[in-house]
């Protein structure tokens, strides 16, 4: 069964930080697509950012971000945790949204293929409940 959970949410003020954890398990997690994205009221989701959690010829080992987040937040994993984190510096009220964390889990082909993880949202198997994000001005 697979599980994705995350943690970490909270409050913050405009310019804090603060860091996303997602723990995810039933998979093999270092061959998957991981993935943060983020709903806020009455807007559509949003991709934030999406890692590939194994390694090929072809992907470079850059995450992918959405503009609106790029040179802000970070996102990497730890394989041996079954983790995958969302670093969130200079954070402003913008940011403010229930942050979901995502998993595609690939077969031993399509990761060979691979060259990168996308945030398209219909693409993800398995998500978890979210964690909410409130930044104040």
């Known amino acids: 069964q697979v599980q994705v959970v995350e943690s970490g949410g909270g409050s913050v003020q405009a310019g804090g930080t603060l860091t996303l954890s997602c723990s995810a398990s039933?998979?093999?997690?270092?061959?998957?697509?991981m993935a943060w994205f983020r709903q806020a009221p009455g807007k559509e989701r949003e991709g934030v950012a999406a890692?590939?959690?194994?390694?090929?010829?072809?992907?470079?080992?850059?995450?992918y971000y959405a503009d609106s987040v790029k040179g802000r937040f970070t996102i990497s994993h730890d394989n041996a945790k079954n983790t995958v984190s969302l670093q969130m510096n200079s954070l402003n009220p913008e940011d403010t949204a229930r942050y979901y964390c995502?998993?595609?889990?690939?077969?031993?082909?399509?990761?060979?293929?691979?060259?990168?993880?996308?945030?398209?949202?219909?693409?993800?198997?398995?998500w978890g409940q979210g964690t909410q994000i409130t930044v104040s001005s």
């Open positions: 039933g998979y093999a997690f270092n061959s998957a697509c």
């Open positions: 890692v590939f959690t194994g390694s090929n010829a072809y992907y470079t080992g850059d995450a």
């Open positions: 995502a998993a595609h889990p690939l077969d031993p082909e399509a990761a060979k293929r691979l060259f990168r993880c996308g945030l398209n949202g219909d693409t993800y198997d398995y």
